[in-house]
């Protein structure tokens, strides 16, 4: 099947501190220790932009329904594109609109339990070309059997 080759068997470069191209892929709703709505964002670094740290996640960006904290709301909107005066009824519609949305990340580090963690710092527009979404049409030709 294969030879194990030490060599090769290298791990995942650490996100570190910069930019990065990366892609809305999973939220999650939660309640905070204050007893606030919270989403649990998770983005993944895009593998179709020349970037380092191609394919890896950074989990854990808590949106927290506040007055006080719309304000990533704003950013990570406008960095989405979504227009300017755009309504939603509530945090999870917003969530759902986020969802799959090319953005550009600004990275930084967080410790926790001694360990360094990538931590969203900040949102930009992409500034990437556009992923093709393009649905893929297979027809009966195609498949073998």
Same mark, same amino acid.
């Given at each position: 099947m294969f030879k194990v080759d030490h060599s090769k068997g290298k791990g995942f470069e650490q996100v570190k501190p910069g930019e990065y191209e990366a892609i809305v892929i999973n939220y999650?709703?939660?309640?905070?220790s204050s007893g606030n709505h919270r989403l !649990? !964002?998770?983005?993944?670094?895009?593998?179709? !932009?020349?970037? /380092?740290? =191609? $394919? =890896?996640? #950074?989990?854990?960006? %808590? +949106?927290? !329904?506040?007055? %006080?904290?719309?304000?990533? +709301?704003?950013?990570?909107?406008?960095?989405?594109?979504? /227009?300017? $005066?755009?309504?939603?009824?509530?945090? #999870?519609?917003?969530?759902?609109? +986020?969802l799959n949305k090319p953005i550009r990340l600004v990275v930084g580090e967080r410790q926790y339990n001694g360990n360094k963690y990538p931590e969203v710092k900040g +949102?930009?527009?992409?500034?990437?070309?556009?992923?093709?979404?393009? /649905?893929?049409? #297979?027809?009966?030709d195609d498949v073998p059997f």
């Open positions: 999650e709703e939660k309640t905070a !649990v !964002v998770d983005y993944e670094i895009r593998s179709d !932009v020349e970037q /380092p740290c =191609q $394919g =890896q996640k #950074i989990l854990y960006d %808590n +949106f927290t !329904v506040t007055e %006080n904290a719309m304000w990533r +709301f704003h950013l990570a909107s406008k960095a989405a594109g979504f /227009p300017n $005066g755009m309504e939603f009824k509530d945090h #999870i519609e917003w969530a759902k609109a +986020f +949102f930009k527009p992409s500034e990437a070309p556009a992923l093709d979404n393009d /649905p893929i049409t #297979i027809s009966d």
